[in-house]
């Protein structure tokens, strides 16, 4: 059945799309109590920007070699075997893409609370969260051009929306809002001072022991704020997630040799430039206090209570502000999500076809779609909703699928080697020079990591290493059908 196909233009909306959810509206806020310097912070985002860029090019050589369904588990196996593309497969489905599914799906379905607050009660939010889950995976059981309209409206309305939060920053540094001060200069009066937020217990009243938060910044330097830093960089990694999704749906790319390939090149340097001229605006509106102590770490609602205040006035800002950002996570989350769903679905049908996935998980249905798979999928995450350990599961599998872009990464070079007449219908730009940039990045950042959240990383690599019993299970289970 001819179906249609992801030109340039939408595959470049899918890159972004999955990529922007939520983590740019608040995980700002705690990477400045971690480092607590604009400039640090501002290098954490403009690091994890270039290291997503440098792995997005040296991905498009290997999806041009390899342009059929499956992505980056097609470039896991033919570079380290079945096993070790399993390995990746099985976490991708447990957690990488299931546990962010289902973490972007409640953080949707909170930010509808704001305009719903009943929403908060007996399960509502994690009711709405699987409805959102079901609805957008029905959507992408009727076929590409259905969901491809979706990530357009939903993708292009976010990007719409920070360019505004962009554009409101520069408007406060021009000092078109005369009643606001622009924090620009008085938060590079110590521009390369690294410090710590610490907070501290104070006894109070004679009579009755009562305690009371103070916050303070302690200056951190040399060992203290590398780990520092590769804890902050977990944040701006994470934000910038997803990207290789497209990867997965080759089959339905036209033109995959070329196109995925730029895809995933401009993709990821929108959400890049998007990301770092965000931070730019929060301080540039905002003092680096509120920033780090922002109410429940939404520093994007600090910001647009800030800008509306200086458009506005009043003291409706603050519920303004509220209303204006929760509509728009709301917004970003669902075209994330969309973009997750429509992607996750075609790497498990890839090992399906295989024999390494439940076989039903390789049918498609009538619109060219692997619709049980996309119904698997769905399942699994709805799961992680009600189960409330995705966010947990999230944190403990950052770490892992950090390594695995590494490994990627470097199988680009092993494939050089060991295929150099292989046809490669696109190279990696500036190889070796960015293949090996990239894995000293990360590698860094990845030991950064390990030590600084141990506990979060070895959790993480136990949760994958499940992948090989799991493997030898399905392996046995193939040959017994066909003996």
Not at 11 to 28: D, E
Not at 103 to 114: L, N, Q
Not at 373 to 398: E, F, I, K, P
Request: overall charge positive.
């Amino acid at each position: 059945m001819q179906t249609q196909k992801l030109g340039l233009f939408d595959s470049i909306l899918l890159v972004s799309g999955s990529m922007i959810g939520s983590g740019i509206f608040l995980v700002t806020s705690e990477m400045t109590r971690d480092l607590g310097s604009p400039f640090y912070v501002m290098i954490a985002w403009l690091l994890g920007g270039i290291i997503t860029l440098l792995a997005a090019l040296n991905f498009g050589e290997l999806a041009a070699m390899m342009p059929k369904a499956g992505g980056q588990y097609n470039f896991i196996s033919r570079i380290y075997g079945k096993t070790m593309g399993f390995v990746y497969g099985w976490s991708v489905f447990t957690v990488i893409q299931s546990g962010v599914i289902a973490a972007v799906a409640m953080a949707f379905a909170k930010h509808v609370a704001v305009f719903y607050p009943g929403l908060s009660e007996n399960y509502g939010i994690q009711l709405l969260a699987i409805i959102s889950i079901i609805a957008l995976t029905y959507i992408n059981s009727r076929g590409v051009s259905e969901s491809k309209w979706v990530q357009r409206i939903f993708t292009l309305a976010k990007l719409l929306a920070l360019a505004l939060l962009i554009v409101g920053g520069v408007m406060v540094l021009a000092n078109f809002f005369p009643s606001l001060t622009s924090n620009f200069t008085i938060n590079g009066t110590e521009l390369f001072v690294a410090k710590k937020q610490v907070v501290y217990q104070l006894n109070a009243s004679n009579s009755s022991f009562t305690l009371t938060e103070s916050f303070n910044w302690v200056k951190i330097g040399g060992y203290t704020l590398f780990l520092a830093f590769a804890g902050a960089m977990v944040g701006s990694l994470f934000s910038s997630d997803a990207w290789q999704g497209i990867t997965f749906m080759s089959n339905e790319v036209e033109n995959p040799t070329k196109t995925i390939p730029r895809a995933l090149f401009f993709g990821t340097l929108i959400v890049t430039i998007v990301y770092i001229l965000a931070n730019l605006a929060y301080f540039v509106i905002l003092p680096i206090d509120a920033i780090a102590n922002a109410n429940a770490d939404r520093v994007g609602v600090a910001a647009a209570d800030k800008l509306l205040q200086g458009w506005v006035g009043g003291s409706e800002s603050g519920i303004m502000a509220l209303l204006l950002m929760a509509g728009l996570v709301v917004i970003s989350t669902f075209g994330c999500n969309n973009g997750l769903i429509l992607a996750g679905s075609r790497l498990y049908k890839a090992m399906a076809d295989e024999g390494l996935f439940f076989k039903q998980a390789s049918v498609l249905n009538r619109n060219n779609v692997p619709a049980k798979a996309l119904w698997m999928q769905a399942a699994w995450s709805s799961v992680l909703c009600l189960s409330g350990s995705y966010g947990d599961l999230l944190n403990y599998c950052t770490f892992a699928s950090l390594l695995f872009y590494i490994i990627t990464v470097l199988g680009v070079i092993i494939l050089r080697v060991r295929e150099p007449n292989e046809q490669r219908p696109y190279k990696a730009w500036a190889y070796p020079t960015s293949t090996v940039v990239y894995l000293l990045l990360a590698g860094v950042v990845a030991v950064g990591i390990l030590i600084s959240k141990f506990k979060i990383a070895a959790t993480g690599i136990a949760i994958v290493a499940l992948g090989w019993p799991i493997y030898y299970f399905f392996q046995r289970n193939k040959h017994n059908k066909t003996q």
